[in-house]
């Protein structure tokens, strides 16, 4: 008899869900003839850039002429690649990085959900509320959280809330996590750290030894020059840091599935019965070889070419597209008299409701304005009382959805 693990049961969102899918469909049936604008994707809708198109379009002949075909590849990623990412994102800020510290993967998701495997289900984890729900979920089926407590927290999650006070930076935690995951520029919230900022939790990871896992998903739409790309242009994070990266939203790769995780040399973890430190980086070395594959050939050359001074001129191209739908959608915000954070920084605006409730802003959006958006409670506990809209989008729909906004206070 196989036993589940069924902490799975436990992590279903299903309920917000088909909320949504019961209110789009009613609405279609009764204005059949009324376009809906969706704003709550978290997917890219521009097509692949024409760099990453022909190479991937030359890999694939190669892989069918005899003398260049290639079979399995290195389970840490093609060292083309590699030394891309080192030289392109590392070296060119000034940032030093070995090719051995980077593991190409198929994106950030799967890293993140997977780095629990190296370490222990005793750990403590601390967690930015509201965030993208991965972070969570995989410590519940890990057997890392606890209970869910009636107020929707896990017992032995430890929440970092972002409040609108704070501007969505939360404090440094009071109760001590062994593990911390940061997510800058973030997703819902679209904030991002300054290096001020960054740097406060960076010490504070030094200081109380704790592991800090920083996504950089949004790095490429950051725009003001205060914000650090990645965690290691603050002093010593290579001491704590590991981080995930991926070309899923800065070059629309969510349907190619392609990213990296690095691991500096020097990131250590304990053995829970002798208290030796071990390398990270060794261990999940080990877990990778085990457990994965580098995404195809095919897909690394595409990853490569973004790389190449036309590659870059193109991914600016595409996140500029998306970062004006985000202004336009932050003055029609400000005209609409709502509050909001993000769109500066990051595609996603976090939208506070004037009546504190997520659906009552999430329902007049819908019915007056017929844009869809995303509501906080996807995002967690802390989600209450927000949407989130996404700057993911057609910009003649983006436009569309400005003027409808004009209706929101009628
Ligand atoms: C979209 C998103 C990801 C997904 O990354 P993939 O590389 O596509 O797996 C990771 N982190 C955050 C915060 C995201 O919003």
Redesign the pocket.
């Given at each position: 008899m196989a036993l589940i693990n069924s902490q799975f049961l436990k992590v279903s969102q299903d309920a917000v869900e088909q909320e949504i899918a019961k209110r789009v469909n009613v609405f279609s049936v009764l204005n059949p003839k009324v376009e809906l604008i969706r704003l709550d994707s978290?997917?890219v809708t521009l097509p692949l850039t024409p760099s990453a198109i022909e190479a991937m379009l030359s890999s694939v002949h190669e892989m069918g002429r005899d003398t260049t075909f290639r079979g399995r590849g290195p389970v840490r990623g093609y060292p083309f690649l590699i030394d891309a990412i080192v030289k392109g994102d590392f070296r060119s800020r000034g940032i030093k990085m070995q090719p051995e510290e980077v593991f190409v993967?198929?994106?950030?998701?799967?890293?993140?959900a997977s780095i629990g495997d190296i370490l222990c289900k005793d750990n403590r984890i601390g967690v930015l509320d509201p965030?993208?729900q991965?972070y969570i979920e995989s410590n519940v089926v890990g057997y890392r959280a606890g209970i869910l407590e009636k107020d929707k927290h896990w017992s032995n999650i430890v929440y970092l809330t972002a409040t609108p006070d704070k501007g969505f930076t939360p404090d440094l935690p009071t109760e001590r996590p062994d593990v911390i995951f940061l997510?800058y520029p973030?997703?819902?919230t679209g904030v991002a750290l300054s290096k001020a900022e960054l740097t406060r939790w960076v010490e504070y990871a030094i200081e109380n030894k704790v592991l800090v896992l920083f996504?950089a998903?949004?790095e490429a739409f950051i725009a003001d020059p205060d914000v650090p790309h990645s965690i290691y242009e603050i002093k010593n994070a290579r001491k704590v840091a590991i981080e995930?990266?991926?070309?899923?939203?800065s070059a629309g790769?969510?349907g190619l599935?392609?990213?990296y995780t690095v691991i500096p040399r020097e990131v250590k973890g304990y053995s829970l019965y002798s208290g030796r430190s071990i390398f990270l980086n060794d261990l999940w070395q080990r877990r990778q070889t085990i457990k994965n594959n580098a995404p195809s050939y095919i897909i690394q050359r595409a990853a490569e070419a973004l790389y190449t001074e036309q590659g870059k001129k193109e991914v600016r191209q595409s996140v500029d597209y998306y970062m004006t739908n985000a202004a336009m959608l932050r003055s029609a915000l400000d005209a609409a008299e709502l509050k909001y954070s993000g769109g500066v920084n990051a595609p996603?605006i976090w939208v506070q409701s004037p009546w504190g409730s997520s659906w009552e802003l999430f329902e007049r959006l819908f019915s007056r304005c017929r844009i869809l958006s995303s509501p906080g409670e996807r995002f967690g506990p802390s989600g209450e009382g927000y949407v989130r809209l996404s700057a993911f989008a057609n910009q003649n729909q983006v436009m569309l959805a400005c003027s409808r906004l004009a209706d929101f206070r009628m």
């Amino acid at each position: 008899m196989a036993l589940i693990n069924s902490q799975f049961l436990k992590v279903s969102q299903d309920a917000v869900e088909q909320e949504i899918a019961k209110r789009v469909n009613v609405f279609s049936v009764l204005n059949p003839k009324v376009e809906l604008i969706r704003l709550d994707s978290g997917d890219v809708t521009l097509p692949l850039t024409p760099s990453a198109i022909e190479a991937m379009l030359s890999s694939v002949h190669e892989m069918g002429r005899d003398t260049t075909f290639r079979g399995r590849g290195p389970v840490r990623g093609y060292p083309f690649l590699i030394d891309a990412i080192v030289k392109g994102d590392f070296r060119s800020r000034g940032i030093k990085m070995q090719p051995e510290e980077v593991f190409v993967s198929e994106g950030t998701k799967q890293d993140v959900a997977s780095i629990g495997d190296i370490l222990c289900k005793d750990n403590r984890i601390g967690v930015l509320d509201p965030i993208f729900q991965t972070y969570i979920e995989s410590n519940v089926v890990g057997y890392r959280a606890g209970i869910l407590e009636k107020d929707k927290h896990w017992s032995n999650i430890v929440y970092l809330t972002a409040t609108p006070d704070k501007g969505f930076t939360p404090d440094l935690p009071t109760e001590r996590p062994d593990v911390i995951f940061l997510s800058y520029p973030n997703d819902p919230t679209g904030v991002a750290l300054s290096k001020a900022e960054l740097t406060r939790w960076v010490e504070y990871a030094i200081e109380n030894k704790v592991l800090v896992l920083f996504d950089a998903t949004y790095e490429a739409f950051i725009a003001d020059p205060d914000v650090p790309h990645s965690i290691y242009e603050i002093k010593n994070a290579r001491k704590v840091a590991i981080e995930f990266r991926s070309f899923s939203k800065s070059a629309g790769f969510t349907g190619l599935h392609c990213g990296y995780t690095v691991i500096p040399r020097e990131v250590k973890g304990y053995s829970l019965y002798s208290g030796r430190s071990i390398f990270l980086n060794d261990l999940w070395q080990r877990r990778q070889t085990i457990k994965n594959n580098a995404p195809s050939y095919i897909i690394q050359r595409a990853a490569e070419a973004l790389y190449t001074e036309q590659g870059k001129k193109e991914v600016r191209q595409s996140v500029d597209y998306y970062m004006t739908n985000a202004a336009m959608l932050r003055s029609a915000l400000d005209a609409a008299e709502l509050k909001y954070s993000g769109g500066v920084n990051a595609p996603y605006i976090w939208v506070q409701s004037p009546w504190g409730s997520s659906w009552e802003l999430f329902e007049r959006l819908f019915s007056r304005c017929r844009i869809l958006s995303s509501p906080g409670e996807r995002f967690g506990p802390s989600g209450e009382g927000y949407v989130r809209l996404s700057a993911f989008a057609n910009q003649n729909q983006v436009m569309l959805a400005c003027s409808r906004l004009a209706d929101f206070r009628m």
